[in-house]
Antibody, heavy 128, light 113 residues
Framework: EVQLLESGGDLVQPGGSLRLSCAAS????????MNWVRQAPGKGLEWVSG????????YYADSVKGRFTISRDNFKNTLSLQMNSLRADDTAVYYC?????????????????????WGQGTLVTVSS | DIVMTQSPDSLAVSLGERATINCKSS????????????LAWYQQKPRQPPKLLIY???TRESGVPDRFSGAGSGTDFTLTISSLQAEDVAVYYC?????????FGQGTKLEMK
């Protein structure tokens, strides 16, 4: 059974830093891209960042580019999100999400970034 | 960025009746290479993470009841619940995964009438 367990959420002051982690189990971690998706209180879903199975490719929403860094440890089956220069509008529940896998066409393999499994989320609150 | 717009924002349907949610993308999400639309649907109940229902616009995720179906191509998509059950009360989101940033619709709140 796929399990994703986030940790690291906390109350932090504006301008501060925080590191989120996601422990994955129940699947071959290196075979799937992984993502972070957030949800501000009472709001909708916002994709934050993604990383390929090998870790060689990373992607960010414009709202976090230059402030957040996604990484993965394929030996420890762990996904991380380093968040710096935090702002009040970063306040949200952060979900770790497993992508759907890869498909193949004439130009090679491509990750399918629908989010097949989600963790329970970890709350980040940015406030003074 | 591809903008996803859902309609309606909220919907009230009677038990056993059909519910239809629409999703429109600002540009086509159809991959020419595999002739598939990069469009997914999720269900989110209060205090729970989202759950994947449909991907490739019409492929039901394993374990999802067959009363849920997805249709559409290019820029216009629908999620249909053929016979609403009490446990289907939730917020539903569409999402495009054609290109980063992977964007969601604003959500449609489905309630029981």
């Amino acid at each position: 059974e796929v399990q994703l367990l986030e940790s690291g959420g906390d109350l932090v002051q504006p301008g501060g830093s925080l590191r989120l982690s996601c422990a994955a189990s129940g699947f071959t971690f290196t075979s799937y891209a992984m993502n972070w998706v957030r949800q501000a209180p009472g709001k909708g879903l916002e994709w934050v960042s993604g990383i390929s199975g090998s870790g060689g490719s990373t992607y960010y929403a414009d709202s976090v580019k230059g402030r957040f860094t996604i990484s993965r440890d394929n030996f420890k089956n762990t996904l991380s999100l380093q968040m710096n220069s935090l702002r009040a509008d970063d306040t949200a529940v952060y979900y770790c999400a497993k992508a759907g896998g890869y498909y193949y066409d004439s130009s090679g393999y491509h990750s399918t970034e629908y989010f097949q499994r989600w963790g329970q989320g970890t709350l980040v609150t940015v406030s003074s | 960025d591809i903008v996803m717009t859902q309609s309606p924002d909220s919907l009230a349907v009677s038990l056993g009746e059909r519910a239809t949610i629409n999703c429109k993308s600002s540009q086509s999400v159809l991959h020419i290479s595999n002739n598939k639309n990069s469009l997914a649907w999720y269900q989110q109940k209060p205090r729970q993470p989202p759950k994947l229902l449909i991907y490739w616009a019409s492929t039901r995720e394993s374990g999802v009841p067959d009363r849920f179906s997805g249709a559409g191509s290019g820029t216009d998509f629908t999620l249909t619940i053929s016979s609403l059950q009490a446990e289907d009360v939730a917020v539903y989101y569409c999402q495009q995964y054609f290109s980063a940033p992977y964007t969601f619709g604003q959500g449609t709140k489905l309630e029981m009438k």
